[in-house]
Every structure is written in structure tokens, then in C-alpha cells.
């Protein structure tokens, strides 16, 4: 669909600022080379995964979509975060439309470590729509660090502009407990998580050196992908399910970062040496699989029915699966130490 998302992001010094199509943005994946994310049973895990989690997660869209309006208001500027953000701001910005008759501008922007959100991109943002009233959109929350980054990138932003920003995440899945604007607090399949950068054909890298003053992050449009691309299908299909459904608030919760004590749990029963070896939730667990080859994935034995893909992509690569009941994610990868 014509003007699902704007990128904010820079190609070789050219701005793409104006998108007709939607694809998501992400890192170059470090596996890219294996084809099987391309093979017909993986792409049959995929489909599978869309009509396991379909109408549950129209539904959870339009719940948010409802708290969103409720909090920020009709002139509200959605601005997802790369790459698990797109999707989500995509499917948002079009339930709104369906829901609300409202046809709400939605950008996407790098949000990384190193440098936090990307300022530039802010800039032009709140230059364009005179408003600060942001929503920032991901898929989900592992460990609680991104919505950490996103308060700190604001907070910096106000210093240096003076503009104050909200930096509450809006999400989908919160199983870490760190934002109060979710959909639910279970650790979800949010489809969409099966596929990488290898996938949608927009990799984005950290600008070392930029081009100019006022550069956004770069990325890379790989053209040949396009035939493959699987975000527009996606979005499509979960668009379908919006007529059957009516929004619902799930009520205010604060955000309590329990990941934090379930981490340091298991990082101590397994003798990880270093926190961030541990990716926790159904999302984190799938870009780890796809990226990194983890030393061993731990399923909570209640929790498998959304995860075939972890299934899929564990056996093929030969990682060892185990049976952990005493966390509240649904999975986590434990990547190899470097």
C-alpha cells in the first residue's frame, strides 16, 4: 500500500525520505549466506506461524492502536524503530485509518547502542508536523534495553533542543515488563520476527563517518530481493482479520523490568559469563537463530505452541534445545561467548 512508512534513512549521501512500498529495515545479517530462510518448509513455518497468531494479533493492534489514541491524540506522528518497529507501525498506521478514519503519518528511524535514536531524523520529523506528540513502535521487548535507550536518547534530545519527547515504547509483546503501553504482557510470536534483513532487502549500518552534518543513518536497498520479499504479505494477511475485530484497553500497567531478575537467574545457573549472552523472548530467540549460531535454546515446556520457527531453524543448524520451566519467557538463546 502507497505510503505505509516513510524511512528516514540515508542511501550513499541520496535521502530516502518518500517510500511506495513497505519493506522493513534492519543489520545486515551475519548468516545471510544460508538459503534456507528462502526454502519452501521454512517459508511453510512462516505461513503456519500467521495463522497461529492472525486474530490474536489484529487484535492486540487494535488495542493499541486504541491506547495510543486515547494517550496522544488524533495528530499523533508514529515513528517505529528499525527494524522490528516497522512491521508493527505499519499494521498501527493502518488500523487507524480502518479504525479511526484517521490517516496518521508513520516514519521509521535507526535506534541503535551507540548512538540512540537518530537525531536527525527527530529533527526533520518535528520540523515537518509542528507537533512533539511521537508515538516510538516496536515489536517487542527482550530484556527491557531498547525502551532504556529510548528514554535516555530523549532525555539527551531535550537537553540539546529543548523539545520534550515521550519516550514510552509502544509494543506488542512485553514480556520483560519495561513499557506501559503494550498489548499484552506474554511472550508472543509476532511473525514477522522470522524473517531478517536477508529477507526485506534494506540493511541498515551505524554511520562511522558521516556524509554530512545532517545525514541520517545509512542504508542499503538490495533490489534483488524484491521477488522474495515477504513484509507485504505479511502486513496484508494480518490487515484481513481488522473487520472481525473491536478494540479493547487492557489496563494501565507500570513497567517493572522483571527481565532483569530472571536473567541474572539463569546467567548464574548456567555460568554465562556475560549478561548480554542471554536473548530473551520469542523475537530475540529468532534474530539470534538467524544471525548467530547460540550455544543452546531453553524452552519453557508450557510455552511452544508459537514457536516452529525456533523448532525449525534449532535442528537445522544443530543447536541443543532444553526444557527450562522456571522463567517467564517462552524461550531464550544464550549466544556462544566471543
Request: hydrophobic share 35%; glycine share 6%; charged share 25%.
Amino acid at each position: 500500500m502507497e505510503n505505509d512508512c516513510v524511512f528516514m534513512v540515508n542511501d550513499g549521501g541520496e535521502f530516502l525520505q518518500e517510500s511506495n512500498r513497505f519493506g522493513e529495515t534492519g543489520e545486515v545479517s551475519k548468516d545471510e549466506g544460508k538459503n534456507f530462510i528462502h526454502s519452501r518448509d521454512y517459508k511453510n513455518v512462516f505461513y503456519k506461524s500467521i495463522q497461529k497468531t492472525a486474530l490474536s494479533l489484529a487484535q492486540y493492534v487494535a488495542n493499541l492502536s486504541q491506547l495510543i489514541l486515547e494517550q496522544k491524540g488524533k495528530d499523533v506522528v508514529l515513528v517505529s524503530l528499525a527494524t522490528a518497529g516497522t512491521p508493527i507501525g505499519v499494521l498501527i498506521k493502518r488500523y487507524f485509518l480502518h479504525g479511526f478514519g484517521l490517516n496518521v503519518p508513520h516514519y521509521t528511524i535507526s535506534c541503535n547502542r551507540e548512538k540512540g535514536l537518530d537525531e536527525n531524523a527527530l529533527v526533520y520529523i518535528l520540523k515537518k508536523h509542528q507537533t512533539n506528540r511521537l508515538q516510538f513502535l516496536d515489536g517487542w521487548t527482550g530484556t527491557g534495553t531498547t525502551q532504556q535507550i529510548v528514554k535516555q536518547s530523549v532525555r539527551k534530545f531535550q537537553l540539546k533542543y529543548d523539545v520534550l519527547l515521550d519516550g514510552e515504547l509502544s509494543v506488542i509483546s512485553d514480556p520483560s515488563h519495561s513499557t506501559f503501553r503494550f498489548a499484552t504482557r506474554d511472550d508472543f510470536l509476532v511473525p514477522s520476527a522470522c524473517f531478517d534483513a536477508t529477507i526485506t532487502g534494506l540493511s541498515t549500518v551505524l554511520n562511522k563517518t558521516p556524509l554530512h552534518e545532517h545525514d541520517y543513518v545509512r542504508a542499503t536497498y538490495h533490489k534483488e530481493w524484491e521477488p522474495i520479499d515477504m513484509t507485504n504479505s505479511f502486513v496484508n494477511e494480518i490487515t484481513k482479520y481488522f473487520r472481525y475485530i473491536t478494540p479493547s484497553i487492557t489496563p494501565k500497567e507500570e513497567g517493572h523490568f522483571i527481565a532483569k531478575r530472571e536473567l541474572q537467574k539463569i546467567q548464574k545457573h548456567y555460568g554465562v559469563k556475560e549478561g548480554n549472552q542471554i536473548k530473551p523472548g520469542i523475537g530475540e530467540t529468532i534474530k539470534t537463530l538467524l544471525r548467530n549460531i547460540p550455544s543452546r535454546i531453553l524452552i519453557h515446556p508450557k510455552e511452544s505452541y508459537y514457536l516452529d520457527p525456533v523448532f525449525f531453524i534449532a535442528k537445522l543448524k544443530g543447536i541443543p534445545i532444553e526444557m527450562y520451566p522456571h522463567m517467564y519467557y517462552a524461550c531464550l538463546a544464550i549466544d556462544k561467548e566471543v
